[in-house]
Structures are given as C-alpha cells and as structure tokens.
C-alpha cells in the first residue's frame, strides 16, 4: 500500500451542520442528539463534502427507505471513512448484497436463537457476578473499563469457544477498526490482519481436532450448493461476530448504566419493579441506540424527495431515526415503560442484527445482576464520562460512586 493511501486529512471544526456534517467532530461524539434535531428540521437527508461525500437520512422514513432499497444503496462498505481503498476483507453476511447475502445470513441463525441463549444466559449470568466480585468492595469503579466491556467479551468468546482471556486482544482489535480506522489506514489493516491471523490459527486447531463451538459450527456448515464454506468465508464471519457482537452491547449496557446513574427515579423503579425489565431494555435500546451504519450509492435516485447521486456514501443513523419525533411521542425522553416501542437499534431490512436475541440477554442480564447487587449508584463527580468516536456510541469512560448520596 502507497504512503498516500495511510496518510488521511486533518478534520477542521465544523461551522455548518447542515451542510458539512462530521460524525467524528468532538461536538457530536460528546452530545450527538441536538445535532440530529437540527438536522432533521433542515431536512430528512443531509450532505457533505467530508469522507469523500457522504448522504446522512436524519428522519426514520428516510433511514427505513435507504435500509430497505438494496437496489440502489450497497452495503459492501459499512464504515464511513476518509478514504475508500479497494474491497479485500469481506465479513459475510453484513458485507453483502442480495443474492449472496441471505444464503451468508441464514448459516449465521441457529446459534442466536432464543433457545441458544437460554442456555449461554446462565454463563453470562457468572461473568457479570465475577466482574461485579472484582471491585465492588472498593465502593466505586469505571464501570466501562471494569464491566461493561467485559461482558460481552467474555461471552463470545465463550460461544467461540476461545479462551475468555484473549478478550484484551479482541478489545485491541475493535478499537483499532471501528475508531483509529476512521482516520487511519493503518491500524485498521494491522488489526485486521491480526485478527484473522488469530482465527486462521483457531481453524488450523479444530481441522485437527474438532470441538463443540461456534467455530466449528461454521467450519461445519454448508453453502448453497452444498459445499463446506471457503476458510476466507469462515474468517470473515468471525470477523463479524467479534466486531459487531462486541462493541456495540458493550456500548449499549455502559449507556444504559450512565442513564440510571444520572436518573435516580428509573434506577428505583426497575429494582422494585423488575418485570419491567424487558420495556426497560427495549427503550434504552431505542434512546441510545449505539450503532450507525453504512451504506454506499451505487446508482442515482431519491430518498424522501431528495436526490442522491452515486459515488457518495450514505451514513445509515438508526440512533437519529430511533429520536424522530414523528415515529415516537416524546422522542428525546427516556420512558421506562414505553409500551409501543418500534425502535430500529438493531436495524432495519435484510440486515437487521442477527445477534439481536444474544444483545438483549447480555443487556437485561447486564442490568438485573448490577441491580441486584449495586442498587445504588450515581456519576463520579471526580471522573469524567468520555464517549467513544465514529460508527459506535457508547461509553469509554464511567466512574461511578455507589450508595446513596449523602
């Protein structure tokens, strides 16, 4: 690869929302939602010149309308980045276009059904009990670095069937492509290649000797005409699950987190009132969805009204459609028990999350076993709360103090 290709532009501050939006300007990776209010009342899709032009659908129609049309939008690339470098590393299904997407996407199914994780709860279950065991005596914690990223870490690496350990690798890996990636070409393509030097390792292990996990699951599984998935395949969507199994519940769990320390009110009601856990879980999922995905304009049409032109990505905010006020009363609330909640945090169309069964259980486990144990809890005055940049919303740092306030 040519220097060139690494070395990425300086972002200037943005001056003009409407017209020259950045995801990854400071101002919207601190408090994105009044950025995405102006945006919407200017229009349901906006533009800039940055990232080599990128559409953003700021209402839920306009996002559900590009989410829908793979006709013209391709998600071969689902990160907005400085640059677009040739297509090397797939991970099927999320890289995929019909018609080979849906054959990548139904082999991926069977170890995320609700039966599936039955049985993973009980482990998930002992892992946010053995973070919890590590600090609570203390009487406070960074609860992103000690337990919510930790969670789901622990957990696919169990279902993979890898040592829990490695986690630190995995959370490496994601930081480098989902955040340094952004702007730098580099770390992206190093952690890539580790990671896939790391599972080609894993398949080496398990031709010679097989085991009972997602990994072997995968090496076992057949592709449409009845032949064993291709290594690559294989790799790639290992790929995926690492990346898109991690950082976004991790996320999801530390936002959630941040709202009950900061909302006394909420925290009390879900420990008296725990049967409205799984409403609870549903709205702070809609409220602080972390995901934003990508989609790229293959050929010329128009979304809500507005046209857009191909050789333009589009910056897929299912976080902005799940704050239309048009879709959901009282949008910029948080309601605990909103009963009617048709919220598009795991996305829409054919590539809504197949690990959305496995974010739920790891959230709503998450949650119950932190109540259970730290009923009270409140932000550190001393710390501050950072976010992290880009794709996925969540936060990096959480110091919280626990009891009541004095």
Request: proline share 9%; hydrophobic share 40%; with cysteine.
């Amino acid at each position: 690869m040519s220097d060139s290709a690494s070395i990425m532009p300086e972002h200037p501050p943005v001056t003009d929302w409407i017209n020259d939006f950045d995801h990854t300007d400071p101002a919207w990776t601190e408090d994105p939602f009044p950025i995405w209010e102006k945006l919407r009342a200017a229009s349901p899709v906006v533009h800039t010149d940055r990232f080599l032009g990128c559409y953003m659908p700021t209402t839920y129609q306009a996002v559900k309308e590009i989410a829908y049309d793979t006709d013209h939008f391709s998600s071969r690339r689902v990160i907005v980045r400085d640059v677009r470098p040739e297509i090397t590393a797939k991970a099927p299904p999320i890289t995929s276009d019909p018609p080979e997407h849906k054959p990548a996407k139904q082999l991926l199914l069977p170890p995320f059904t609700p039966d599936a994780m039955k049985k993973l709860e009980p482990r998930v279950r002992a892992i946010c009990n053995e973070l919890i065991d590590e600090f609570i005596a203390d009487g406070k914690c960074d609860a992103a670095a000690r337990y919510t990223k930790h969670v789901p870490v622990r957990a696919i690496a169990h279902m993979l069937g890898i040592p829990e350990k490695d986690g630190d690798l995995f959370i490496k890996w994601i930081h480098g492509i989902l955040e340094l990636g952004i702007k730098d070409d580099n770390a992206l393509m190093e952690a890539v290649k580790e990671m896939t030097g790391y599972f080609a390792g894993h398949l080496e292990q398990r031709k010679k000797q097989p085991t009972d996990d997602l990994i072997s699951t995968l090496m076992k599984a057949k592709d449409k005409d009845g032949n064993p998935l291709a290594d690559e395949h294989v790799l790639g969507s290992l790929r995926l699950l690492l990346i898109a199994g991690i950082d976004t519940t991790w996320s999801a769990i530390g936002s959630s987190l941040w709202h009950l320390a900061k909302t006394p009110a909420d925290r009390e009601r879900l420990v008296k009132e725990p049967e409205l856990m799984p409403l609870a879980v549903e709205e702070l999922l809609r409220a602080y969805s972390p995901v934003t995905m990508a989609r790229e304009v293959m050929k010329e049409t128009t979304v809500s009204g507005c046209p857009v032109k191909p050789g333009n990505m589009v910056l897929l905010s299912f976080p902005a459609a799940n704050r239309d006020p048009a879709m959901f009363p009282d949008a910029d609330k948080v309601v605990i028990d909103r009963k009617e909640n048709r919220h598009a945090a795991f996305g829409l169309g054919i590539h809504r999350c197949v690990g959305s069964n496995l974010a739920r259980m790891e959230m709503t486990v998450a949650i119950e076993e932190w109540l259970k144990r730290i009923p009270d809890f409140r932000l550190d005055p001393a710390g501050k709360v950072t976010w992290s940049e880009g794709t996925v919303r969540g936060p990096r740092q959480l110091p919280l103090l626990f009891g009541k306030a004095n």
